[in-house]
């Protein structure tokens, strides 16, 4: 390399003389003379003094900062002194450092010193530790840290997480290292210590301990876990920011966080592309992305962190489940009138044909989804609709092949005689309630007249009965 730079120096690119007709021309463009060219004996010995006084130059530099480091680790890996020195275990593991481990991380890898994060340690017996910025080399991250959920101080007890809760302190990989603390395959591990300690989380106002475990049991942590599915969402996919992944976490409730409801079906759609598509050609993703506040988003029917498949019985769009789903809307009087829609959707599903079979356990029957699709959901009125009228024989005819173009005639969601014929129909309910309850009290009085006979009166007579 310096053979290189010394080519390039001297004018005339080469070690050699420069010829007479580049002198010649180099005169005549007015420029100074060239340079003369040493023999190669003195090109040689420039050479070896420059790599020698480079080498005694980074001795020099290395050797203060190399000795320190050796210094510090004549104590830190013996873990057994440091345990005596702390008088407390964990502390003294803490203080441990095995000079093999860390020469595997990232730090030690690059050759980072101890003094370069432990900045004016002197001779033991050391004076107050100085706490360790990272941010002199990781500037940014944590800037964003500081900004984010983690790094927010709460109700006096400082910030919920800082650089060594999640990175570790002497034991940093990178984060495609699976032996990092921050590895896609074992992240949650990490989010765990915190997030599933019950006495940390109540420190700072949250007393849901349960996203972990309720994670590793939805379809995205098995995914990750059971199939190694390294493309399954974890945490940071979902409540971190492109780009800077776990540094920038925000609150749900806070509009920047991607979990928050403006940004919750992009989060989603980061995996699920086709489907985000198809909900936003739905009467549901229209009025979302209108502004609607009422409009269901992902969560709204496949919940969160427990999000299930849908042959689960557990799943909220189970064939078990989805009527109750889609009636947490549909049956609300003040959703049905402040949008025009019918009312009693889940009673008069529940009382057809489909609704009936589907309560006695036959989860093949039709439910909402069937008829109505499910992300794609329109208006009967739209002619892209399942169930407008002209696309009701193709709808139905995916379960009752060869249906007749008739069946748009009737009613799926099956009303009530009192709903169907107004005045009339309370008549005739009424009519048939009159006649069956006469019916009943006349023969429940000859029952009781036949009785009073034969327990009273006939014993009076001393009428006989064998």
Request: charged share 20%; aromatic share 6%; glycine share 12%.
């Amino acid at each position: 390399m310096l053979e290189l730079s010394l080519r390039g120096f001297w004018p005339g690119g080469g070690w050699d003389t420069p010829m007479a007709a580049d002198r010649t021309a180099h005169r005549a463009g007015g420029l100074p003379p060239f340079v003369p060219v040493p023999d190669r004996h003195t090109r040689r010995w420039i050479v070896r003094g420059g790599a020698l006084v480079t080498a005694l130059t980074g001795f020099v530099v290395a050797s203060a900062p190399m000795a320190a480091q050796e210094s510090c680790v004549t104590c830190h890996e013996n873990q057994e002194l440091m345990i005596s020195v702390a008088g407390d275990s964990a502390r003294g593991n803490a203080l441990f450092v095995d000079p093999g481990e860390y020469a595997a991380t990232v730090h030690g890898g690059f050759g980072f010193t101890c003094t370069m994060c432990h900045a004016g340690m002197g001779d033991f017996p050391h004076e107050a530790p100085v706490s360790v910025s990272c941010g002199g080399c990781h500037a940014t991250a944590e800037a964003q840290l500081a900004e984010s959920v983690h790094g927010r101080p709460f109700a006096g007890n400082g910030a919920p997480a800082t650089c060594v809760d999640c990175h570790t302190d002497h034991h940093i990989r990178r984060h495609e290292d699976p032996e990092s603390s921050v590895y896609r395959l074992t992240q949650f591990e990490t989010c765990a210590r915190c997030h599933e300690d019950a006495e940390r989380m109540g420190r700072y106002g949250q007393d849901n301990v349960e996203t972990v475990s309720s994670y590793l049991h939805s379809v995205h942590g098995r995914g990750l876990l059971e199939k190694g599915l390294s493309v399954a969402p974890v945490c940071t996919d979902c409540h971190g920011k492109e780009g800077s992944g776990a540094h920038e976490i925000q609150e749900v409730e806070d509009s920047s966080s991607a979990m928050h409801r403006d940004h919750v079906v992009e989060t989603c759609g980061h995996c699920h592309a086709g489907i985000m598509a198809r909900y936003d050609r739905g009467i549901h993703g229209s009025l979302f992305r209108a502004g609607n506040p009422d409009s269901p988003t992902c969560i709204s029917c496949h919940g969160e962190h427990g999000v299930q498949p849908i042959a689960s019985p557990t799943s909220g769009v189970s064939p078990q489940h989805v009527s109750q789903t889609c009636t947490a809307c549909h049956d609300r009087e003040d959703f049905n009138e402040k949008y025009g829609v019918e009312t009693s959707r889940g009673r008069t599903f529940q009382e057809s044909f489909h609704g009936i079979a589907l309560q006695s356990g036959q989860v093949t029957v039709a439910n909402c989804e069937s008829c109505h699709g499910a992300h794609e959901i329109l208006p009967s009125t739209d002619p892209n609709s399942l169930i407008h009228p002209d696309n009701l024989r193709t709808t139905c005819g995916t379960c009752h092949s060869g249906i007749g173009a008739g069946v748009a005639d009737g009613n799926i969601h099956v009303a009530s005689v009192v709903d169907e014929r107004g005045l009339l129909g309370k008549a005739v309910l009424w009519f048939y309630i009159v006649v069956i309850g006469t019916t009943i009290v006349y023969a429940l009085g000859l029952f009781l007249l036949d009785q009073y006979r034969y327990h009273v009166v006939d014993p009076r007579r001393g009428v006989p009965h064998g």
